[in-house]
């Protein structure tokens, strides 16, 4: 069993940075994908990106791309999102999760209890 506990989230205004951390515990942390995902007020949970178990491949949706960046610590049983040039939505929590493979759908293993990123214009 892998626990997730995320943290760094926060309230910032539009083209500020954040860095969301997400501490994994209690299970193999290196054998997983690791993957981020949002959730917006009255909206579905979404894909932001996901790091393979080696860190060597990571993927992000269109939105984020060039302004979002994964990455992992296997020393630390940590994988992290920097987040850079905020925009008002990029405003959700956000989740961490853990999975036998790599995919932007939401069929991961364990989940975080989330994170709140509010945005202000």
């Known amino acids: 069993q892998v626990q997730l506990v995320e943290s760094g989230g926060g309230l910032v205004q539009a083209g500020d940075s954040l860095r969301l951390s997400c501490a994994a515990s209690?299970?193999?942390?290196?054998?997983?994908?690791m993957g981020w995902f949002q959730q917006a007020p009255g909206k579905e949970r979404e894909f932001v990106a996901v790091i393979s178990w080696s860190g060597g491949t990571t993927y992000y949706k269109d939105s984020v791309k060039g302004r979002f960046t994964i990455s992992r610590d296997i020393a630390k049983n940590s994988v992290y999102l920097q987040m850079n040039s905020l925009k008002p939505e990029d405003t959700a929590v956000y989740y961490c999760?853990?999975?036998?493979?790599?995919?932007?759908?939401?069929?991961?293993?364990?989940w975080g209890q989330g994170t709140q990123v509010t945005v202000s214009s």
């Open positions: 209690g299970g193999t942390f290196r054998s997983y994908a």
């Open positions: 999760a853990a999975g036998s493979r790599m995919t932007t759908n939401d069929e991961y293993d364990y």
